[in-house]
């Protein structure tokens, strides 16, 4: 993707900071849809990259933003294809991710989801009130391990390898294109969120990369949820090692602190994860400190 593209637009930062979502707004990228390979590509605008798959007999999306961005993304989408939506699937709960659903309503025959992200969904709607619980909109399907479709003449697999960036990640895979929505499971050379409040878990977060990159071909291409503005959205293997290798040295780095003697605050400090200088803010306020913080809690509670 054209480097361009990534330059801060700033009136989509203006919008983003009117709406109640702007934490996950992404000032990196402004609204495009392209192509990666085969006829499957991507949409970004404000929240996780929406995969899209479109062919003759079959039109599938991977999450959806949020409402308004979302509307823009199935506009351009009838621009390409007189088919409703055959399936939307959602790689995880977080509202970056799945706000966007309501507006898929009349649109996508099914939503499809891991089986805890409906109640992860509904539960921090809640949290943000009322108004936030009636513009939900959760699975219709839901599978425990793995989902897999026929689309036309493209199949599609969801699977979820156990807990990560939440308890209810899936890593859905167009096995013809050869390309892997990972969701929010890489953040690309970015500070991740961690959700341990929804059942993340960083230990078994570092095994499910390691798993997914070892199943997958080796010239399989990986959509991002986030990444940072010298390396994009799109990844490869060995983007998706490096994203295992940074939890991994995160987890160590935050032991060997406590190992030493000190504190949450002292360990946290850290101005890098040394050898991980390129990992950078996903273009809102995550920071090292709070993936510190979280390896601390998880380390400190096992
Ligand atoms: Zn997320």
């Known amino acids: 993707m054209d480097r361009r593209k990534f330059l801060l637009n700033t009136a989509l930062a203006g919008v983003a900071l009117a709406l109640p979502y702007r934490a996950f707004s992404n000032r990196f990228l402004r609204s495009d849809f392209s192509t990666i390979r085969r006829n499957v590509g991507v949409y970004t605008e404000r929240g996780g990259t929406i995969g899209w798959l479109i062919n003759n007999d079959a039109l599938v999306a991977v999450d959806s933003q949020f409402p308004d961005s979302a509307a823009n993304c199935i506009s351009g989408l009838k621009d390409r294809t007189d088919r409703k939506m055959d399936y939307l699937i959602n790689t995880h709960h977080h509202g970056d991710h799945t706000a966007g659903n309501i507006s898929f309503k009349d649109y996508a025959n099914h939503i499809v989801a891991h089986e805890n992200v409906p109640g992860y969904q509904m539960k921090a709607a809640e949290r943000r009130g009322q108004e936030v619980v009636a513009a939900q909109l959760t699975a219709d399907m839901t599978f425990t391990d793995k989902w897999s479709q026929d689309v036309g003449d493209e199949t599609v697999h969801a ?35 961690i959700d341990p409040g929804a059942g993340a878990n960083i230990e078994n977060w570092v095994k499910v990369l390691r798993i997914a990159a070892d199943e997958l071909p080796s010239d399989a291409i990986y959509i991002c949820g986030h990444g940072n503005s010298n390396y994009g959205i799109q990844a490869s293997k060995g983007d998706v090692l490096r994203k295992a290798d940074f939890l991994e040295a995160l987890l160590a780095f935050t032991q060997n602190g406590i190992n030493a003697g000190q504190s949450k605050e002292e360990i946290a400090g850290a101005e890098f994860l040394p050898g991980f200088e390129d990992f950078q803010a996903p273009g809102w306020g995550l920071t090292l400190e709070f993936n510190i913080n979280t390896a601390y809690d998880e380390l400190s509670s096992s």
């Open 159 to 193: 699977t979820h390898y156990g807990p990560a960036h939440t308890g209810g990640d899936s890593v859905i895979y167009f096995e013809k294109a050869n390309i892997a929505h990972m969701g929010d499971l890489v953040f690309n050379r970015a500070y991740p969120y």
